[in-house]
């Protein structure tokens, strides 16, 4: 069974950091999307990041504009993913959700949020202004 669990979510002031993870279990990913999306209460799931490989030992990335700059995602190993998130705002409050997508796809497709297969609970940021 598969398995994806988040973790690193919590309160932060504005301007501050967190470092979101996100582990799988159940198969491996090392050749998958793996990525972030998120959910402010009221309105809908939307990207942030994904990273998938892109060769030897490469993994590319892409990120929403609204991040772009503040946020770094990257691969731990094959079956982690983590979001290095700086400059915090008070706007980027939300559940923030990891998933993956088996299918190798372009990353210009990958914010879709309809190409993943597998997601995880989710873990709370919540920055104070």
């Known amino acids: 069974q598969v398995q994806l669990v988040e973790s690193g979510g919590g309160l932060v002031q504005a301007g501050g950091s967190l470092r979101l993870s996100c582990a799988a279990s159940g198969r491996t990913f090392s050749s998958d999307a793996m990525g972030w999306f998120r959910q402010a209460p009221g309105k809908e799931r939307r990207f942030v990041a994904t990273?998938?490989?892109?060769?030897?030992?490469?993994?590319?990335a892409y990120y929403a504009d609204s991040v772009k700059g503040r946020f770094t995602i990257f691969r731990g190993d094959g079956n982690t993913v983590h979001l290095q998130m700086n400059s915090l705002k008070p706007e980027d409050t939300a559940t923030y959700y990891c998933?993956?997508?088996?299918?190798?796809?372009?990353?210009?497709?990958?914010?879709?949020?309809?190409?993943?297969?597998?997601w995880g609970q989710g873990t709370q940021v919540t920055v104070s202004s």
């Open positions: 990273t998938r490989w892109s060769g030897g030992s490469t993994y590319a």
């Open positions: 998933a993956a997508a088996l299918a190798a796809r372009p990353m210009d497709t990958l914010p879709n949020p309809r190409l993943y297969d597998y």
